[in-house]
């Protein structure tokens, strides 16, 4: 960083800090009967504030404006502020031991690097036209940029909740496919950790609420004041395809190579099936 | 605490914070700047982390022993120290932290120790620290200890020993030792660390036989004990705590034999009893909680 950028990141923290507007991030104050949706980037976590929000609140249907104050952010608010607000918190942190209930959205990672390559372009960290293999590369190992890179490579994230939390009570792990492919089914199942009671109406209600078109409808009237797009590109949506399996006609096949080589165990484990002949040529498994 | 006090204590602390901000002095912790060539040394609290320090300050400086007042110039923690001042030590560094698994921590040491010495040494930790008072009974710290409830930043020790092997166990950048294997054969441990410092390229290291003596003696309880008598009143860990109580313990294992109660020997084997056996720890509670901790490993901490 050049001496001014310095100064400026100087002057910001002194700034929110004397105001009292540090975001809590990593050094949020846990209470125990806070709810985490925990994911890695670009992984549908937003959807499911959505859901989670419309399933909880019966009162005001989620939108991105009111988003920040029903199912608030751990990177936006100051802890002070947190702690008046609803608790079902949206974390991108890797394993916490603090959190006492996770629910971990996982999804497959070949889509994972397509939406993220696009959101990177949205938020001007790639430039138009950046080859899609070079960026891979840099998501597997988890060289992309240093607030995502902090938390870890996908694999990272998913294993270090998985192996620690796994079989707890408070903690549960839902596949993004799954949620895209019965939501309804999903959101009933996560009723006894939310302690709600899944009647059809009240699932039906939020599953409509946060439909891929009603979330995008949305986004064309409110990305200009949402915190999270509000600076971003604002030709590129935050919401994109919302579907699972893009990445067959977006990677390379080097680029799916890549991917299943550095991860194809934990992939298979979670229920993703490989399309390379990984076993043949793989090496070391590359973090 | 009254909420009302706890809002004097927040303000206060944001105060202290917007100060430290102001003047560039915050202090690193889990926020501490890491370059690719860092190495980390890492436990759970009470787990020989600070012999570990002394070790390999010794054995890597050899211009003057390593002392209370040097050790955070030459083998630093993170929580103590500005940030600042730590980007400024020579590369590459070496740094001591509590951190469970950090996923950008390029190369970690790692030190594990018997849990059920840990939780009488932290036990003690803790009276020192004033956080308990001399009449707290070691029974009741116990369930608390597991529960993770002090430094629960760090986690329980099992989430901490757990997270690191589970993610990093088999990883060419990490190597774990057991305290225990370190007292018993200080210089085979220290020829491990050696090798896995060479692999990563850190700066070489003479480790021929009188070098690593030297190292082991220099760092000899007795000496360590007698610094901390010097040095206690200044050393950033120590200068708040109760100078009755030490910081260098027993240095011994086993302890937990005639400190701990039958039921919290038990109550900690029903807890991680899986993980401990998986360590090398043998169980003593019985074929009982053993089973327990196996199931264990999969429930709730509560």
């Known amino acids: ?287 | 605490m009254r909420p009302d006090q706890d809002r004097v204590q927040r303000l206060f602390g944001a105060l202290a914070q917007a100060g430290r901000v102001l003047t560039g002095r915050q202090i690193a912790g889990r926020g501490v700047t890491v370059f690719p060539d860092d190495i980390f040394l890492v436990s759970y609290p009470r787990s020989g982390n600070t012999w570990t320090r002394f070790l390999l300050g010794n054995l890597i400086y050899h211009d003057e022993p390593v002392t209370f007042s040097n050790i955070e110039s030459r083998i630093p923690e993170i929580y103590f120290n500005r940030d600042r001042f730590l980007r400024q030590l020579p590369r590459p560094r070496m740094l001591k932290s509590h951190e469970s698994f950090q996923p950008h921590y390029p190369r970690v040491i790692y030190i594990v120790r018997d849990p059920r010495d840990v939780a009488v040494s932290f036990y003690h930790h803790h009276v020192k620290a004033r956080n308990i008072p001399d009449t707290y009974p070691l029974s009741s710290f116990v369930p608390r200890f597991i529960a993770g409830e002090f430094d629960d930043k760090f986690g329980s020790w099992r989430d901490n020993v757990m997270s690191w092997t589970a993610l990093r166990g088999d990883h060419p950048d990490f190597v774990m030792l057991r305290y225990e294997e370190m007292k018993i054969d200080t210089a085979a441990a220290l020829r491990r660390i050696v090798a896995f410092l060479e692999r990563c390229s850190y700066r070489n290291i003479d480790s021929s036989p009188a070098v690593l003596q030297r190292a082991i003696a220099l760092s000899s309880p007795e000496r360590m004990r007698a610094l901390e008598k010097q040095e206690a009143g200044s050393w950033v860990l120590t200068k708040q705590t109760r100078s009755d109580k030490p910081f260098v313990r027993s240095a011994a294992s086993g302890g937990w034999k005639s400190q701990l109660a039958p039921e919290s020997v038990a109550a900690i084997e029903c807890a991680w009893g899986h993980l401990m056996q998986r360590l090398g720890y043998e169980l003593v509670s019985g074929r009982n909680a053993a089973r327990a901790g196996a199931a264990s490993d999969r429930r709730e901490r509560s």
């Not at chain 1, 925990?38 to 005001?60: A, H, K, M, P």
């Not at chain 1, 947190?82 to 959205?105: A, G, N």
């Not at chain 1, 490579?153 to 620690?164: A, E, G, K, T």
């Not at chain 1, 709600?196 to 004041?225: F, G, N, W, Y």
């Open chain 1, 1 to 287: 960083m050049n001496r001014l950028g310095r100064i400026g990141t100087y002057l910001k923290t002194v700034a929110s800090t004397v105001l009292g507007r540090t975001p809590a991030g990593r050094g949020l104050t846990v209470f125990p009967d806070d709810i985490f949706l925990v994911s890695y980037f670009r992984s549908g976590s937003t959807w499911s504030r959505f859901l989670l929000g419309n399933l909880i609140q019966q009162d005001e249907p989620v939108t991105f404006n009111n988003m920040e104050r029903l199912v608030p952010v751990i990177y936006n608010l100051p802890d002070r502020l947190l702690r008046t607000l609803p608790r079902i918190l949206k974390s991108h942190e890797c394993f916490d031991p603090r959190y006492p209930r996770v629910v971990y959205i996982a999804r497959d990672p070949r889509d994972v690097a397509v939406s993220f390559y696009f959101y990177n372009l949205k938020v001007r960290v790639i430039p138009d036209g950046y080859p899609m293999d070079e960026f891979v590369d840099r998501f597997v190992a988890a060289d992309v940029v240093s607030y995502a890179d902090r938390v870890g490579s996908w694999q990272d994230h998913v294993l270090s909740w998985v192996r620690l939390r796994e079989g707890h009570p408070g903690f549960r792990l839902v596949r993004y496919e799954d949620l895209l492919a019965d939501p309804g089914k999903e959101l009933t199942n996560l009723a006894g950790v939310l302690k709600i009671e899944p009647t059809p109406a009240r699932i039906e209600r939020a599953v409509r609420l946060s439909s891929a078109s009603h979330m995008q409808s949305l986004e064309k009237e409110q990305s200009k004041q949402w915190v999270a797009t509000r600076d971003s590109r604002q030709d590129i949506p935050f919401v994109r395809e919302a579907t699972s399996g893009g990445w067959r006609n977006k990677l390379s096949t080097s680029a799916i190579r890549t991917i299943e080589q550095a991860w194809g165990t934990t992939m298979k484990d979670l229920g993703y099936h490989l399309v390379m002949d990984v076993d043949a040529d793989r090496k070391v498994v590359k973090r």
